[in-house]
C-alpha cells in the first residue's frame, strides 16, 4: 500500500473514531460473502421479510435497524415525523389519520453526489450514486428475494477486483497492523480536543508512541513488517484489539456481525483486494460471527494475550 493510500486509511479511521463514517454506511448486510446468503432461508416473492430476519441468530441486528424508529410522541404534536425516525432508504410521511410511518425513499429525492468518492458498489455489481440512492433501491425490493440478497459491497463504482492468490492474504494481516499502530499514534498526536481516545486508550498508546524501538509510520517491505511484528510483538497487540472495540458496538458483545465489520470493510475492499477474502477466513468457526478470539488469531496475536479488558 502506498503513502496516499495509507493517508486514505488514516483519515478513514479518524472518522470511525468519531462514529461518523459509521453512522453513514451501516445497514444489515451479511457482507462477510456472498455464498453464505444462499445457506439462509430464501423468502418467497410474496412474503414479507421481518426486519433484522438477514441475522437470524442476533435479534440485535434487527434492533440496530429497526429500533430507531422510535416514536416520541407529544413533543410536536404539529409535525409527528419530526421525531419518528426511518432505518436507511425510507422516509417519514404521515397517513390520514396523521399518523407517522417509515415509506420507502423515492431515489430522485437523494441529494446529487458530487464526486466519484459518494458512489457505492453493490453486490448486484451496479453502481449506485450514493449510498443513499443504493438503499432507496433496496428498499423499493423489500420483500423480495432480490432485495434480500442485495447488500452495499464497497465505497466507489464497482470496479474488477482481482482474486486474493494465497501468498497474498498472508500479507494482509502484515500491513494491516501495521497501520493500525500508526493509525492509533496519529491519534494520540493529533487528540489536542480530546475527543479521539479515551484517558484509558491513551495510557495504552502513550506506551507505544513513546517506544523508541517502535518502526515508524513508512513505506516498509513485507519483510521488514515480518521482522518488526516479531521483534515488537508486544506493541500490536493493543491496536488489534483497539479495532475489534471500535467496530464492536451493535450490540457490544464481543462479537463482530457483518453489520458491525461494514465501517472498516467497505472502504478497504477497493484498495486491498484481499480483504474480503481475509475476513472470511477470520471467522474460523463459519458462524457468520467473528469472535474477540477469533480476530485476534487473524492478526498473530498470541491466545494468551488475547483480554477482553483491552478492548476499550
Ligand atoms: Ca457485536
Ligand atoms: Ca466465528
Same mark, same amino acid.
Given at each position: 500500500? /502506498?503513502? %496516499?493510500?495509507?493517508?486514505?486509511?488514516?483519515? &478513514?479511521?479518524?472518522?470511525?473514531?468519531?462514529?461518523?463514517?459509521?453512522?453513514?454506511? @451501516?445497514?444489515?448486510?451479511?457482507?462477510? /460473502?456472498?455464498?453464505?446468503?444462499?445457506?439462509?432461508?430464501?423468502?418467497?416473492?410474496?412474503?414479507?421479510?421481518?426486519?433484522?430476519?438477514?441475522?437470524?441468530?442476533?435479534?440485535?441486528?434487527?434492533? &440496530?435497524?429497526?429500533? !430507531?424508529?422510535?416514536?416520541?410522541?407529544?413533543?410536536?404534536?404539529?409535525?409527528?415525523?419530526?421525531?419518528? =425516525?426511518?432505518?436507511?432508504?425510507?422516509?417519514?410521511?404521515? #397517513?390520514?389519520?396523521?399518523?407517522?410511518?417509515?415509506?420507502?425513499?423515492?431515489?430522485?429525492?437523494?441529494?446529487?453526489?458530487?464526486?466519484?468518492?459518494?458512489?457505492?458498489?453493490?453486490? /448486484?455489481?451496479?453502481?449506485?450514486?450514493?449510498?443513499?440512492?443504493? &438503499?432507496?433501491?433496496?428498499?423499493?425490493?423489500?420483500? @423480495?428475494?432480490?432485495?434480500? $440478497?442485495?447488500?452495499?459491497?464497497?465505497?466507489?463504482?464497482?470496479?474488477?477486483?482481482?482474486?486474493?492468490?494465497?501468498?497474498?492474504?498472508?500479507?494482509? %494481516?502484515?500491513?494491516?497492523?501495521?497501520?493500525?499502530?500508526?493509525?492509533?499514534?496519529?491519534?494520540?498526536?493529533?487528540?489536542?480536543? +480530546? +475527543?479521539?481516545?479515551?484517558?484509558?486508550? $491513551?495510557?495504552?498508546?502513550? $506506551?507505544?508512541?513513546? +517506544?523508541? $524501538?517502535?518502526?515508524?509510520?513508512?513505506?516498509?517491505?513485507?519483510?521488514?513488517?515480518? =521482522? #518488526?511484528?516479531?521483534?515488537?510483538?508486544?506493541?500490536? !497487540?493493543?491496536?488489534?484489539?483497539?479495532?475489534?472495540?471500535?467496530?464492536?458496538?451493535? %450490540?457490544?458483545?464481543?462479537?463482530?456481525? =457483518?453489520?458491525?465489520?461494514?465501517?472498516?470493510?467497505?472502504?478497504?475492499?477497493?484498495?486491498?483486494?484481499?480483504? @474480503?477474502?481475509?475476513?472470511?477466513?477470520? #471467522?474460523? #468457526?463459519?458462524?457468520?460471527? !467473528?469472535?474477540?478470539?477469533?480476530?485476534?488469531?487473524?492478526?498473530?496475536?498470541?491466545?494468551?494475550?488475547?483480554?477482553?479488558?483491552?478492548?476499550?
Amino acid at each position: 500500500m /502506498d503513502r %496516499p493510500t495509507m493517508r486514505v486509511w488514516i483519515i &478513514f479511521l479518524l472518522c470511525l473514531a468519531g462514529q461518523a463514517f459509521a453512522a453513514s454506511i @451501516t445497514e444489515e448486510q451479511p457482507i462477510l /460473502d456472498e455464498p453464505v446468503v444462499e445457506e439462509e432461508p430464501i423468502m418467497e416473492e410474496d412474503e414479507v421479510m421481518p426486519e433484522g430476519g438477514a441475522n437470524p441468530v442476533q435479534v440485535e441486528t434487527g434492533e &440496530f435497524d429497526e429500533a !430507531i424508529e422510535i416514536i416520541e410522541e407529544d413533543v410536536n404534536a404539529e409535525n409527528p415525523c419530526l421525531n419518528h =425516525h426511518c432505518k436507511k432508504g425510507k422516509v417519514c410521511e404521515v #397517513d390520514e389519520e396523521n399518523t407517522p410511518m417509515c415509506v420507502c425513499q423515492d431515489p430522485t429525492s437523494c441529494p446529487a453526489s458530487v464526486g466519484e468518492f459518494e458512489h457505492v458498489c453493490a453486490t /448486484d455489481n451496479t453502481t449506485y450514486d450514493s449510498s443513499c440512492h443504493f &438503499f432507496a433501491h433496496k428498499c423499493s425490493l423489500e420483500g @423480495t428475494k432480490k432485495g434480500h $440478497k442485495l447488500h452495499l459491497d464497497y465505497i466507489g463504482p464497482c470496479k474488477f477486483i482481482e482474486p486474493c492468490l494465497d501468498a497474498e492474504l498472508n500479507e494482509f %494481516p502484515l500491513r494491516m497492523r501495521d497501520w493500525l499502530k500508526n493509525v492509533l499514534v496519529t491519534l494520540y498526536e493529533r487528540d489536542e480536543e +480530546n +475527543n479521539l481516545l479515551t484517558e484509558k486508550q $491513551k495510557l495504552r498508546v502513550k $506506551k507505544i508512541y513513546e +517506544n523508541e $524501538k517502535r518502526l515508524q509510520a513508512g513505506d516498509h517491505s513485507l519483510d521488514l513488517l515480518a =521482522h #518488526d511484528f516479531e521483534k515488537n510483538y508486544n506493541m500490536y !497487540i493493543f491496536p488489534v484489539h483497539w479495532q475489534f472495540g471500535q467496530l464492536d458496538q451493535h %450490540p457490544i458483545d464481543g462479537f463482530l456481525s =457483518h453489520t458491525e465489520l461494514a465501517p472498516l470493510r467497505a472502504p478497504l475492499i477497493p484498495m486491498e483486494h484481499c480483504t @474480503t477474502r481475509f475476513f472470511e477466513q477470520c #471467522d474460523s #468457526d463459519s458462524d457468520k460471527y !467473528i469472535a474477540l478470539e477469533e480476530w485476534a488469531k487473524c492478526f498473530g496475536i498470541k491466545d494468551q494475550d488475547v483480554d477482553k479488558d483491552l478492548v476499550i
